[in-house]
């Protein structure tokens, strides 16, 4: 008997996504749009729509993994994508953000500094028919400014600061969604560019797994 992967999608979006305050139906047809399943290992498939990150793959030591569903809903809200917008998803991993933010904007570079991971989201992307998202690879911290600048920056994990060469790419007006901090303690972050000048507010508490590349630079000390 095979996976009902629609009903599983649907239930993800009843049980996990509404019920944790995001009310955008954008975002909630996005994500009913989108087969998880695909971004994913076949041994993983039947756990795709279960609320934990899933693993995708361990490179020198560092784990990537797919976002639990209600965290990456809440922060994709949390964007305010607008239908034309150009959008730096950073830390794609297999594309599955990327796929998701391609529904609800106009264009996505998608980043990964894993090339591997960086390859299969390219084939799964081009499968599945998401002709509006490019995939790139280079270090996450420095974005990818050839494209830029954005309307929206999204980053797909966990960092410890927000490098200036991101902000850097941010258009006027243009948002971006960080998760500044360490598990428990970690914050969900806006930022948002007027002008010269780049405002920041804390939105929620939000644990989610880390992104490499991201640590803070040691600092000299006499």
Excluded: W
Excluded at 16 to 27: K, S
Excluded at 104 to 111: E, K, M, P, S
Excluded at 126 to 150: Q, S
Excluded at 181 to 194: I, S, T
């Amino acid at each position: 008997m095979g996976q009902n992967y629609a009903d599983l999608r649907q239930s993800m979006v009843d049980t996990q996504v509404r019920t944790t305050d995001v009310t955008n139906l954008r975002i909630v047809e996005a994500l009913l749009a989108v087969p998880r399943e695909e971004f994913v290992s076949d041994a993983r498939k039947p756990f795709a729509y279960i609320d934990d990150d899933i693993e995708l793959a361990t490179t020198n030591g560092v784990r990537r993994y797919l976002m639990e569903p209600s965290p990456f809903a809440k922060l994709v809200q949390l964007a305010d994508v607008q239908e034309d917008d150009l959008i730096l998803d950073i830390g794609c991993a297999t594309g599955y953000s990327s796929a998701v933010l391609s529904k609800l904007g106009g264009a996505v570079i998608a980043l990964e500094s894993d090339e591997d991971l960086a390859g299969r989201a390219t084939e799964v992307l081009v499968d599945n028919g998401f002709d509006n998202v490019a995939v790139v690879t280079g270090p996450l911290r420095e974005g990818y400014p050839a494209e830029g600048p954005y309307d929206v920056i999204f980053i797909g994990g966990a960092i410890e600061e927000v490098p200036e060469a991101l902000f850097d790419q941010l258009k006027d007006g243009g948002r971006m969604v960080a998760v500044v901090g360490h598990g428990l303690g970690a914050f969900a972050n806006l930022f948002v560019r007027d002008g010269k000048n780049i405002s920041g507010r804390r939105a929620f508490n939000l644990s989610v797994k880390p992104l490499p590349g991201f640590q803070k630079e040691p600092a000299f000390v006499f």
